[in-house]
């Protein structure tokens, strides 16, 4: 939800006072579907855990139950992969609507003739490319 994030723009003008700007885009339904997704996995493993050791002899027993957690499971990885396509995307979409050049671009007071306008620091997106990765 980057359209929360304000930031200040200077104003040459008047030095007193800096506008405030918001970030454009909303790609939090790819961070909440890939986080929701990993609690579900979580909850299933640990249910699927209790199953196995606590009541080994219905798994063993029953047929159709070990059939169940595979395509479960099948389902769960599967979900997995589209979640971690549609976070690398996300996550690619807001590092294109940080960046500082594209930041600098949509300060109106950046555009003026004899403005030279820099980023101070570049974003940290180590720990955001972890996440994609795992």
């Not at 986080?35 to 080994?56: D, E, I, N, Q």
């Not at 063993?60 to 957690?69: G, M, Q, R, V, Y």
Request: one cysteine or more; charged letters at 15%.
């Amino acid at each position: 939800r980057l359209y929360q994030i304000p930031f200040g723009m200077p104003n040459c003008e008047d030095e007193s006072e800096a506008r405030t700007l918001y970030l454009v885009g909303d790609f939090s339904a790819p961070a909440e579907f890939f986080v929701t997704l990993g609690v579900f996995c979580f909850l299933y493993s640990m249910a699927a855990l209790v199953l196995y050791l606590r009541f080994h002899s219905l798994y063993t027993e029953n047929t159709k139950l070990p059939f169940t957690d595979f395509c479960v499971t099948v389902c769960f990885a599967f979900f997995w992969l589209v979640a971690a396509a549609a976070w690398g995307k996300g996550l690619s979409d807001v590092k294109a609507a940080t960046r500082p050049s594209t930041l600098i671009s949509a300060m109106g007071v950046c555009q003026e003739d004899g403005v030279v306008c820099n980023a101070g620091t570049t974003p940290a997106m180590g720990l955001a490319n972890i996440s994609v990765v795992r």
